[in-house]
């Protein structure tokens, strides 16, 4: 940029003193109109003329180089910036080589993988977990273990150790929940069937009703949930069920009940 700058600084100058050269040749003609001169005169100005002609071609032989030295450097500025266009391009492929060369290395892969999936189902999992107990906590995945926001507290974020049992059961569910759903995303199956085990007894009334709402929600998305347990709320609160008890008589007896 300095060497055009340079360039076009000269040839300003060199316009200059061709208009300035052009402006004495017409003073010339002006004074030899009219005038008579005599022959030393009229040889001294054909001197004068011849070089300033000389001069003028001069100058605009050096205007032809000029300007070529323009053009030169106008194309090199030109391929300039495509090599650093180019450059660009190959420093960012060499970033995304050495990225995958990273997750190629040993286990590496294998983990990012394993983090993706799990920061997705915790995604879900929360969205569920809003349902179940509106927003108190919230569950992180973070340095490959599981710690929820308490954002009752400013968000501090707190191990699942501290939780009390209804919580963790909570907690839990929301996550036992959104596995399932992803693994039935990823097999492409439709295997909308799911069993809880026990844990009800660490939730209190509240808390319990909280929940069975929540799964009745899930039975209207077409979610099949089944339960077992001993919780004599839940007996009276679920519809459709298998009454399993023991008689002295018969041993084990099974009784089916069913509501449309």
Do not use: P, W
């Not at 450097?73 to 030109?78: N, R």
């Not at 995304?96 to 990012?112: I, M, P």
């Not at 399993?244 to 084990?252: A, D, N, Q, R």
């Amino acid at each position: 940029a300095e060497e055009i700058n340079a360039l076009e600084k000269t040839l300003d100058d060199f316009n200059a003193r061709v208009s300035l050269n052009k402006k004495e040749l017409e003073s010339l003609n002006e004074k030899l109109n009219g005038v008579n001169l005599n022959y030393e005169e009229l040889a001294i100005l054909e001197k004068s003329s011849i070089a300033e002609n000389s001069k003028l071609s001069s100058l605009k032989i050096e205007q032809g180089k000029k300007t070529g030295e323009l053009e030169r450097l106008e194309s090199k500025i030109e391929e300039k910036l495509m090599l650093s266009d180019k450059k660009v391009a190959i420093e960012t492929n060499l970033d995304y080589a050495k990225t995958l060369s990273k997750l190629l290395y040993g286990k590496a892969l294998a983990q990012f993988i394993c983090e993706e999936y799990l920061n997705n189902i915790t995604i879900r999992a929360n969205q569920i977990l809003q349902n179940l107990e509106g927003g108190k906590f919230t569950i992180k995945f973070k340095d490959n273990n599981f710690l929820v926001e308490d954002n009752f507290n400013l968000g501090k974020e707190r191990a699942a150790s501290t939780l009390s049992g209804g919580e963790t059961f909570l907690i839990s569910l929301s996550l036992a929940l959104a596995i399932s759903e992803t693994i039935n995303i990823e097999s492409g199956e439709n295997q909308d069937f799911f069993f809880l085990d026990e844990g009800f007894g660490t939730l209190d009334s509240e808390l319990l009703e909280t929940v069975i709402s929540a799964l009745y929600k899930l039975e209207h998305q077409h979610t099949i949930i089944g339960v077992i347990s001993h919780v004599e709320m839940l007996k009276e609160r679920i519809k459709n069920k298998i009454i399993v008890s023991k008689t002295e008589e018969e041993g084990s007896k099974v009784k089916l009940l069913y509501t449309m």
